[in-house]
């Protein structure tokens, strides 16, 4: 029988290409409002006192930071979130798919008490005798990114301390916390964001993966 499990990789792949031009796209455009606000600026200020000018750049300074360097960590993190969901929805589909191919009985569903990745990871290893993805350190990365696709959806973006092998292009920032009535020292917690090397290690992991999962694919970019 052909293995139908190649169209939810088919789909799979399309999907990060289009994520990957979607982030190329946002960032080229993200830039050059960036500098075409700060051409506008100085042609402004160039006939203002040196303390006119303070004042107008001061009236500039929120709407630049916010361009400049928060539009670019909440674009990243949109990515990472989108991309992680369709890691998710692929391993779905590929174990459905799977399911038909090799005409078992029992589908990833029937698995109880876990969900998500854990539980299609769980029936590719045990139904389709397909171990070596989930030794892989893209795979132990990938829980990494659970845990922090987690954090943001679920805690804020806050975390306890990192999960497995921090990511290139994570920022981590610690948060002291102090208890209200005694102001003694509570355990740390952090928040974290992805600088501008992350995204393209993130697509990189999800590749690696897919090599693992199916090594005679040979779509990928």
């Not at 190329?24 to 600026?41: D, G, L, R, Y």
């Not at 290690?201 to 694919?217: D, R």
Request: net charge positive; glycine share 4%.
């Amino acid at each position: 029988m052909v293995d139908l499990s190649r169209a939810a990789l088919d789909l799979f792949l399309l999907r990060l290409n289009t994520l990957k031009n979607l982030y190329e796209f946002q960032v080229k455009h993200n830039i050059e409002v960036v500098k075409s606000a700060e051409k506008m600026i100085e042609e402004d200020a160039q006939n203002l006192s040196e303390k006119e000018k303070e004042e107008y750049y001061s009236f500039f300074f929120d709407d630049h930071h916010e361009y400049s360097s928060v539009h670019p960590i909440l674009m990243r993190e949109g990515i990472f979130l989108q991309a992680y969901f369709y890691f998710e929805a692929f391993l779905n589909s590929y174990c459905d798919m799977k399911t038909m191919s090799l005409n078992l009985k029992k589908s990833y569903r029937d698995i109880e008490d876990t969900h998500g990745i854990i539980r299609a990871m769980l029936y590719i290893k045990r139904s389709c005798k397909n171990k070596e993805p989930f030794v892989s350190k893209e795979w132990k990365q990938i829980l990494t990114y659970k845990y922090l696709r987690n954090s943001l959806v679920h805690e804020n973006g806050e975390i306890e301390k990192l999960k497995g092998e921090r990511p290139k292009g994570l920022v981590l920032t610690e948060q002291q916390r102090y208890d209200k009535k005694t102001g003694k020292p509570k355990k740390s917690k952090y928040t974290f964001y992805f600088d501008e090397t992350f995204i393209n290690h993130m697509f990189n992991t999800y590749i690696g993966f897919i090599k693992h999962l199916n090594p005679k694919y040979n779509r990928l970019w």
